[in-house]
């Protein structure tokens, strides 16, 4: 692909199509927006799939597992090691996503895009690794330029393949021990807040363990000078590869016409970051849910995003999007199943 | 049964199966809490099925419909010929909850117990009419005394079948036009709050047609001068059919224990008025989802609950319960299937 291939259009959901849907939606059995959100998303899936009558029934969860420099500095609860072990865990189908993705019946990938220990092949696992992890950011650039090109590629690729076996609805998840720091350095780089705003307790730090995570972060933030307008940038010096990755994945969905649901904070960094790099992307992004992780609500409301689900999680893998995939099930078989007034013999309103 | 059956004990979940399951939750792989709400789930529902691995098999959704005198006084923006219209469609297939059903493989009944207009035998719905609708109240006590006994009793009965059929969640919805004002009259009778606080738009009203309400409302507690804490009286002159067989069977699932998932705010109500008649009874409550209609909050302060959905659902039908049992279901695949550290060999927290 051409060097800045993320520039090329998205694509655009179809306003003919939203506005059939928003008429439809008033005339079914029910007082009129008293679906609330489930006609909100019936309208928008209408438009993104070109369809008066929307569906979901093929969904891909695709989830990007990388170790982080940064993890040297005890930014995280666990050890680095978790990274590559959940990646085994995966493979064995023991994982929170493992039993979402049955229960929802989706297609699960898992992209070792940089474990800093090889786990050899694996079952379900693809074996992308561009290196054993990320530099440490707090002392180098978290990648080199190509490493960084790699891992946007890397989302591309995945996208590219999920959209010629007709996904109806893309998921990207995440695993990597210490990206809840990787993906807090972004989004202050990119909102120009400090960390103390945006640095939370991750997979469970304590208060000491926070303020320790604020300071490397706000350190590096100030090392590398970073500016809010060049994501790519921000990316390189303080991200991940399977941040990048999601980025790559959400711009490639934009631009193909695949609907993305956005997980949690780091997905939604993610999100944050394509939509800086392509405006048009986020008109594909539903959010999932609305994360423990306090910094979340900074980037949905940078964002203009409404989380579906409230429940206090903060797992990622995937999972609290996975968790709202049948609220679209639904929105779209009661767009498409219920009668409407005139079918069904019922008086309108007064 | 006797006079005061409902003061009869309810169940008590599990409390040892609720510490195991506790202690199961923080040896899966992933960080403790990190699952927010599902991990709550999973742990009540271990101490209400007395099982360590729970499960949401079979659903039970059994929507009361009935009319309301009070409907007379133009608070609703429907027509009352509506209420007898929908039940037709419920029987039909038509309506939302008829859709919603389906999806979740869960058993579906329509209990009519008093349309204005009697519709005649019609496939899935059980003719229980106990009067063509409630007085208006307004004018007169809604119910006589024998009237409210029978509709409890059609909701016990409807729950005594249920529970004779293993059902291992039982949702309560309601159809009435002008049902949203009986149950904020019932809400002000029981909180002591003004009418202005309570009630809302229900289908669709505008202001001035709240504003109505709310006088139609205020003047009939004046007229009354209901005790807060004689429930079997408030619901007997500002009740509905509906609302006292939704009262009557969250009353027998928690004597008999089965689990309840409460829709919205008109569910709410019974659910409220079910607690003050027996303290014992919310133990066996969740909560689907926050109603769209102002009122609702304050009834769910009242009861201490915390819906799982916030979707700005306000259709009743049990719709926005239902939407929330997929989220029950995932709470428990999650308990019992995902793996622990020890059996996925992945190493804790630091």
Redesign the interface.
Known sequence: MNAEWWLSPAAVPSATRMQAARLRQGQ???????????ETIAICLSGMQNSDRPGIDHVQISVFAADHGIAAE?V????Q??TV??V??FA?????I???A??LEATLEVINVGTAVDPGPLPGVIDCRIAPGTANFRRSPAMTPTELERALQCGVEVVERASQNDVDLFIGGEMGIANTTSASAIACALLGLSASTMAGP???LDNAGVQHKVVVINETLARHRLAPDDVPCVLRHVGGFEIAALVGAYLRCAQLGVPVLVDGYISAVAALCAQRMNAGASAWFFYGHHS?EPGHRFVMEALGARP????????GEG?GAS?AV??L??AC??HN???TFD????????
């Open positions: 079914l059995t029910k007082p009129p927006g008293s679906l609330g959100e489930l005890r995280s609860a666990f050890p090691s978790v072990e959940m085994r865990n064995r189908g023991g994982a929170a493992n039993v979402l049955q229960m991750g997979t469970g423990a579906l689900l409230h429940l206090g999680m903060r797992l999972s968790a049948p609220l099930r639904m078989l009661l199943q219920m009668a079918e069904a013999g019922v008086s309108g309103a007064l």
